[in-house]
Structures are given as structure tokens and as C-alpha cells.
């Protein structure tokens, strides 16, 4: 049954069920029950393919995931953002499909690539890094997008992010608190935007409450381990840091099976805080300190601002350009409460 006979059968304009199938507001809730009873009975399907060639869309929105994280660490916590992201979409009857780019592809190739096959009408990115040619491309293109992240090398431009400043902060002061005089932040290497702003605010935040101007190092990581220049930073007992702010948790959990091997204890020789939810390192020993945060509300925000563009929002709707999400403090035992080798 096609829709012009379902209109028939109810005695309706085409146009009212049109509107009914896809919950606009203007239609009567009796209505609009009537014909999804009516339609579900016939077993309609509206013929998206036709659909979207009258009306230019798709009502599709793509979120493009890079997975070379998932090589050896599956973020679970980013998939509780994509569950935000989905749920919320589906408000407007718009669906959510990742497209994943791997570690071999080009971030600014790919994302052309998507957008010039008109897969969907909106995309998401992530994974921002501090010069991100992906932003100003989206933003030349007129492509409706939101970033999971920032990039210095752009300027307004719609993003989500963690608030990582006011978390480097709060990490530094704990550590000063604690009598720490030689910090640390261990970063993966891979020229993330977020892991730029953390290094900064905290080696800032820690000139500030009179450390020593050499007092923070950056710590790349080599893959999953410490890279050989860490290690042997840690050998000697004169340079190496006492409390170390790792950028992600499969960057902490590598600091456990390193550390160890170097003789270390977490909570006892070394300090170490988290940056994002422990998802992945709930069996760590002793318990991962880090910041907590609501992944789901991440995700709703994300779709929010995308709904907003969407040609039937609400009337008044305006897209919030730019959130910061607060990161919120979970102490647990491995960030330093009983540390014995700090020195002054």
C-alpha cells in the first residue's frame, strides 16, 4: 500500500499523513495515532529513497570515528556518547550511523569523501587536533556539523568538549596539595588537541603555586608503553616525577604494568590521576582516581545543537555553538594519599 491509498482509506489529505508518519507537531494526537494504527495495520513503509530525492535529505546523521584506538583499547565510553547522541536524534525522527576511518586513512580525505557522497545530512567529528583542517573544510562546505572536541586553527565553529582547563587545574593543585614537586602528564603521542590544552593548563596552573618552571614533563607514550626516554627518566630518583595526570585511561593502565616493572607502586611512589572515566580499568589495583562525568549528556548535547539546524525544528530553536562539559573529581587510591617518596 502506497501512501496516496492510505490517505484514501482514511479519508485524509496526503499532506496530513505525511506529517502524521513523521510526528510533526501540527497534526491532531488523535490524528496522528490513527494513522500509525492504520499504517502499521497495512504495513506501510514510507519510501525513504523517495523521500529524501524530493526533499534533499536523508535524515541521516554520520558520526566519524578514527579506529585506531580501538587497535588496543575498546572506549566504551565512547559509545555511551553515541548512545546520547542516537536517543536524542530520534526526536526528530533522524538516525545516527558511525563510519569508522582507520589508522591508514587520511582524517580530512575521508571526511571529503563522506561528505561529497551525500551520505548524511549532518556529521559529527572527533578526535580534534590543535590545527584541524576538517573544521574549516565542514565550515567552507555549508555541511551542518558539530565537533566532538576543539582545534586552535579555526575560529567559531560548533564543538562539544570536556572542560579540560578547569580539570588541569584542579589536577595540579591536588598534586601541589599533597607536597609534589615534580609532576607529569602522560600523553599518547598522537597530537590530540584536548592532551595540548591539559599539558598547558597544568604546567601553568603548577607556575602559578610556585613549582619550579621544569617542575611538569610531558610523557609520550610509544603505543601502549612508556617510551625508553620515560623509563630512564625514572631512574633517576633526583629527576623523576612523583604524581603523573594521564590523558586517557588506557594511557593509566600502561602506567600500572610500567611502573610496576620499574619497581614503582601506584598510590605509594607514584601519584597517578586519570583524565576520563574509568571504564576499562575497574580491576586496576590500587583503584584509578580520575574525573567522572555524564558521557550520556556529552552525547545528547552533540544532537542537540544538530536538531536545532534541521529545516522543521521548532520554532525559536537556536544551536548553542559551543558547550564545555564540567569533569567532575572521583578520588580513589591511586592518586597519592599515602605517598612516601615525595620530596620537597
Known amino acids: 500500500m502506497g501512501i496516496r491509498q492510505l490517505a484514501n482509506e482514511l479519508q485524509l ?13 501540527d497534526v491532531n494526537p488523535e490524528t496522528r495515532a490513527r494513522v500509525k494504527e492504520a499504517a502499521a495495520r497495512a504495513g506501510y513503509v514510507p519510501n525513504q529513497s523517495g523521500r529524501s530525492l524530493r526533499s534533499g535529505r536523508t535524515g541521516i546523521v554520520a558520526a566519524v570515528i578514527p579506529t585506531g584506538k580501538f587497535a588496543s583499547n575498546t572506549d566504551a565510553g565512547l559509545f555511551t556518547i553515541l548512545e546520547g547522541v542516537r536517543r536524542t536524534l530520534r526526536r526528530q525522527a533522524l538516525d545516527l550511523i558511525v563510519l569508522f576511518r582507520g589508522p591508514d586513512e587520511d582524517p580530512l580525505e575521508n571526511l571529503q569523501r563522506i561528505v561529497q557522497r551525500r551520505i548524511a545530512d549532518a556529521v559529527i567529528i572527533s578526535e580534534t587536533t590543535a590545527l584541524d583542517p576538517r573544521l574549516a573544510y565542514l565550515k567552507a562546505t555549508g555541511v551542518d556539523y558539530v565537533a566532538f572536541g576543539r582545534s586552535a586553527g579555526i575560529d567559531d565553529y560548533p564543538f562539544v568538549d570536556f572542560d579540560f582547563e578547569a580539570m588541569a587545574l584542579e589536577a595540579a593543585r591536588i598534586f601541589a596539595e599533597q607536597g609534589h614537586r615534580r609532576l607529569a602528564v602522560a600523553v ?5 588537541n584536548y592532551e595540548a590544552i591539559t599539558a598547558a593548563e597544568f604546567a601553568a596552573e603548577a607556575a602559578r603555586l610556585g613549582l619550579d618552571p621544569d617542575a611538569v614533563s610531558v610523557l609520550p607514550m610509544q603505543g601502549s608503553r612508556l617510551a625508553t626516554a620515560t623509563r630512564d627518566l625514572f631512574a633517576d630518583p633526583e629527576r623523576a616525577p612523583t604524581a603523573i595526570l594521564a590523558t586517557h585511561e588506557s594511557i593509566a593502565a600502561a602506567l600500572y604494568r610500567d611502573l610496576a616493572e620499574l619497581g614503582l607502586r601506584v598510590g605509594v611512589d607514584v601519584s597517578v590521576i586519570c583524565i576520563f572515566p574509568s571504564v576499562e ?12 562525568t555524564d558521557l550520556d549528556a556529552v552525547g545528547t548535547a552533540l544532537a542537540e545543537y544538530l536538531l536545532a539546524l534541521q529545516p522543521d525544528a521548532p520554532t525559536g530553536a537556536v544551536p548553542r555553538a559551543a558547550t564545555l562539559v564540567p569533569l567532575r573529581f572521583a578520588p580513589r587510591a591511586s592518586h597519592g594519599r599515602l605517598a612516601r617518596k615525595v620530596t620537597a
Open 13 to 25: 489529505s496526503i499532506g496530513t499523513v505525511s506529517r502524521a508518519l513523521n510526528d510533526r507537531p
Open 188 to 192: 599518547s603521542g598522537r597530537e590530540m
Open 281 to 292: 580499568t575497574r580491576a586496576l589495583v590500587p583503584p584509578l582516581t580520575h574525573f567522572d
